[in-house]
Structure formats: C-alpha cells, structure tokens
C-alpha cells in the first residue's frame, strides 16, 4: 500500500502542467467551453464542449482539454484526409463527378481501340480546358459513330437522346426516382422466396 501510494505522488508530480486554463467560455483548438458536466464513472470531471466548426456538442474530460490533447470533435480531420484523398482535385473514384468520369471512360476507350492517346485527354485539366461544359441531363456523344472521339467529334446531348442503354436507364430512373427502390425490392423479395424453397426442400429430404 505503501509502495503504491508513493509512485501515485510520483506519477502526479511528473504530470505536465496545464497548457490551457478550462472556464465557461474558454476555447481551445475548435472546442468552446460551455459549462462542466458529470463526471464520468471513474470520477473524472467532465466539461460540456461545442465544436465551432460542425457545432458538435460533446462531453470532454478536463484533463484532455488542460493538456491539449483534445483540440475538437475530429471533423477537420476528416475533412483534411478527403482532400487529400482526392484525385485532380474532383473525385474520390471514376465516376463521383461527372467531369471526371467521363475524362476516365474516354481514356479507357482509347486503351480499348489501341488508339494513340491525344493531348487533349493527357491530364485532366487539359481534358477540362478543352472539352466543352456538358449541363446537367446531358452526356457527351460522338455525331459521328465511325471516327474516334475528337474535339470536333463530340457534343453534349440530353440523356433521353443518348445511344448508350445504361444513360437511358439513368434518365427513366430520374423521372421515376421509385422505380429503381421498386425493383430491388422485388428482386429481395425472389432471393428470399429461393431460399426459403431450397430451405424446405433441404428439411424434405433430411
């Protein structure tokens, strides 16, 4: 008992002093201090704290916010890890905007049809300065189906105009935004209805 209560009093005299002084109104790092709180159940005093960059309300412990370790809720965080994470500045993956995408799907046609790659389509930001601004409900489409993709071989034209099968599901969907929710549900529905089947047959001949 002895032993322990000494390297208690040696352990608190090694703490390092506060950094910060914690008040109702105080801010440390993204945290505003509103007021204290209950203690946790070790009875470590506890403070209300809002974050002023999400307005996240959470209960902080004091010593966190004395030493520093706590600078908010981790919002920024996040925020600096899908910035970072971003490829061009756009997109996480092919297909998160638009503009990206379709800089991907032509790079993969001209893979595809062992063509030679254009200047044009090297970077993304060229690809962006040299096309032309497709609006929303539109595609890009090439008039003329029997000359590679070039800059005067392509043209935005609505989705409901567009040749590819898969731009013509998306725009049914968008009028009938239920009809895709109809349809996996009923697809749920057939999965579980063979499973129950193979289910009692399986019972049947056990």
């Not at 499973?195 to 001949?205: D, E, L, P, T, V």
Request: glycine share 10%; charged share 30%; with cysteine.
């Amino acid at each position: 008992m002895r032993r322990t209560a000494r390297r208690g009093r040696i352990l608190m005299a090694q703490r390092k002093p506060q950094r910060f002084s914690v008040h109702g109104g105080a801010k440390i790092g993204d945290w505003l201090i509103l007021s204290h709180g209950p203690p946790n159940r070790h009875g470590a005093p506890r403070m209300f704290c809002r974050c002023e960059r999400c307005g996240t309300e959470r209960l902080v412990l004091r010593y966190s916010l004395t030493s520093g370790k706590s600078q908010g809720c981790g919002c920024l965080r996040h925020v600096l890890m899908h910035e970072a994470s971003l490829a061009h500045g756009e997109a996480l993956q092919v297909g998160d905007t638009p503009a990206y995408g379709r800089w991907q799907t032509m790079r993969k046609w001209f893979r595809r049809e062992a063509l030679e790659m254009p200047d044009w389509l090297a970077t993304f930001e060229a690809f962006r300065e040299a096309t032309p601004t497709v609006p929303v409900g539109f595609q890009l489409q090439r008039p003329d189906r029997s000359r590679p993709w070039a800059l005067d071989n392509m043209e935005p034209v609505p989705i409901r105009h567009a040749t590819s099968r898969k731009s013509l599901w998306a725009y049914h969907a968008a009028r009938r935004p239920g009809e895709v929710e109809a349809r996996r549900e009923y697809r749920r529905k057939r999965r579980e209805a063979k499973r129950a089947a193979g289910q009692g047959a399986a019972a049947g001949g056990a």
